[in-house]
């Protein structure tokens, strides 16, 4: 079992920024392809962007391109997703899985509010 601890998230103003980190303990974790999500309530929970395990490869959804950047440091086991020009509209739960085969794991969600 891998263990996923989201953390980095909170209120910010239209604009703004944050990053959130995603860290494991899970020693084999370069091998792990990473991505974070997205949940509003009532909804389905959206990929916003995936990273390759030696973090050469990424892709974003269409709605964060060009504003999130995700990125990875495999010395430290950590995921990272940095958020620029914050929307309203980015406001969620965000989530970040682990996948490696048919083997999937989540962490438990970190609050990002962003108020107009």
């Known amino acids: 079992q891998v263990q996923l601890v989201e953390s980095g998230g909170g209120l910010v103003q239209a604009g703004g920024s944050l990053r959130l980190s995603c860290a494991s303990s899970?020693?084999?974790?370069?091998?792990?392809?990473m991505s974070w999500f997205r949940q509003d309530p009532g909804k389905e929970r959206d990929l916003v962007a995936t990273i390759s395990g030696d973090g050469a490869i990424t892709a974003y959804g269409d709605s964060v391109k060009g504003r999130f950047t995700i990125s990875r440091d495999n010395a430290k086991n950590t995921v990272y997703l940095q958020m620029n020009s914050l929307k309203p509209e980015d406001t969620a739960v965000y989530y970040c899985?682990?996948?490696?085969?048919?083997?999937?794991?989540w962490g438990q969600g970190t609050q990002v509010t962003v108020s107009s």
């Open positions: 899985k682990a996948t490696m085969g048919k083997n999937q794991y």
């Open positions: 899970e020693p084999t974790f370069r091998r792990y392809v």
